[in-house]
């Protein structure tokens, strides 16, 4: 997966995208994606989704 705190640009392959975590499709579009951070148990956790719709319908 390609590091998730770098730019989405037009290199990136369906394979080493992130995928959604609200529908599971890969984020290769950077204009729409989004990502949520938060402390867990003593550690950063991260969700990306593909947009404001996917995001808006997760539930961790």
Do not use: K, Y
């Amino acid at each position: 997966m390609v590091d998730p705190t770098s730019d989405l640009g037009e290199d990136v392959t369906e394979e080493d995208a992130p995928r959604c975590d609200a529908c599971g499709e890969p984020i290769v579009n950077e204009a729409t994606h989004r990502v949520i951070t938060w402390i867990e148990d003593d550690s950063v956790q991260s969700a990306h989704f593909c947009d404001e719709a996917c995001r808006a319908e997760w539930e961790p």
